[in-house]
C-alpha cells in the first residue's frame, strides 16, 4: 500500500500562474483534508472532505477550491496564484468508523515568485 | 471552534533526558492524536488517544478528556527525537473536522 500520495513534490509558480495540486489514497479513507503549514503557525485547514462528493470550507480557503474526484482522490488547484501561498502544502486522509486517525502525505513544497 | 494550545513552545534537551510535552483543548473531543514532525517534514503518528493513556517505547501519552488535556512524555531522549511534536484535535459531531496546535519544537543534544 502506498498509503496517501502528493504530487508534486516541489514547485515553483510565477504570480498569477494556475496549479493543480494532487492527492491519492489507497487506505479507504472517507474523509479527506488540505493543510497548508506555514513556519511558527502550525497546520491550517484549508479544505476538507467529509465524504465522497462533499466538500467544505476550513480555516484558510480563501484562493483555492478543491475536488473530490472520487473516493479516493481529492485535488487542490490555486486558480491565480500569489505570493502569500507560499508554503508546505499537506494531504491527509481517515476513516469514519473506528480509531478514526489522519494519516499524511509527505507534503508538497510551493513557492509563489 | 476547538482552540489547541501546546506547551512549551521550545524544548532543549540533553541526550537521555525526559520531558513531558502538553496540549491543552478548550471543549469536549472525540478524537485526538499526536503526531512528529520530523527534520525532513514528514509527519509520523505518534499516537491516537481520545482517551486513556498508551505507550510507544520510550513514548507515552494520556489524555484526560473531562479535564481536556493530553501529555505526551518522552523518556531517554535520543537525538533522532528531534522535530516538532503536534497534537490535533476533533471536536464532537459529525463533520471530522480536526485542529492542529501550533506545535512543540524540540530539539535534543548529544
Known amino acids: 500500500n502506498a498509503g496517501v500520495t502528493q504530487t508534486p513534490k516541489f514547485q515553483v509558480l510565477k504570480t498569477g500562474q494556475s496549479m493543480t495540486l494532487q492527492c491519492a489514497q489507497d487506505?479507504?479513507?472517507?474523509?479527506m483534508y488540505w493543510y497548508r503549514q506555514d513556519p511558527g503557525m502550525g497546520l491550517r485547514l484549508i479544505y476538507y472532505?467529509?465524504?465522497?462528493?462533499?466538500?467544505d470550507k476550513g480555516e484558510v480557503p480563501n484562493g483555492y477550491n478543491v475536488s473530490r474526484l472520487n473516493k479516493r482522490e481529492f485535488s487542490l488547484r490555486l486558480e491565480s496564484a500569489a505570493p502569500s501561498q507560499t508554503s508546505v502544502y499537506f494531504c491527509?486522509?481517515?476513516?469514519?468508523?473506528?480509531?478514526?486517525?489522519?494519516?499524511f502525505g509527505p507534503g508538497t513544497r510551493l513557492t509563489v515568485l | 471552534g476547538i482552540q489547541v494550545e501546546q506547551s512549551p513552545p521550545d524544548l532543549i534537551l540533553q541526550e537521555g533526558a525526559n520531558s513531558t510535552l502538553r496540549c491543552n483543548f478548550s471543549d469536549s473531543v472525540n478524537n485526538l492524536q499526536w503526531f512528529h514532525q520530523n527534520p525532513w517534514g514528514q509527519l509520523i503518528n505518534l499516537f491516537y488517544?481520545?482517551?486513556g493513556t498508551k505507550q510507544n517505547g520510550r513514548l507515552s501519552a494520556t489524555t484526560v478528556a473531562t479535564e481536556r488535556y493530553s501529555l505526551l512524555y518522552i523518556s531517554s531522549s535520543q537525538t533522532t527525537d528531534s522535530g516538532v511534536y503536534f497534537c490535533a484535535v476533533g471536536g464532537s459531531g459529525g463533520y471530522q473536522k480536526v485542529t492542529f496546535g501550533i506545535g512543540t519544537k524540540l530539539q535534543v543534544i548529544p
Open positions: 472532505s467529509a465524504s465522497e462528493g462533499t466538500t
Open positions: 488517544i481520545p482517551s
Open positions: 491527509a486522509g481517515r476513516k469514519r468508523e473506528g480509531p478514526n486517525e489522519q494519516f
Open positions: 487506505m479507504n479513507h472517507n474523509s
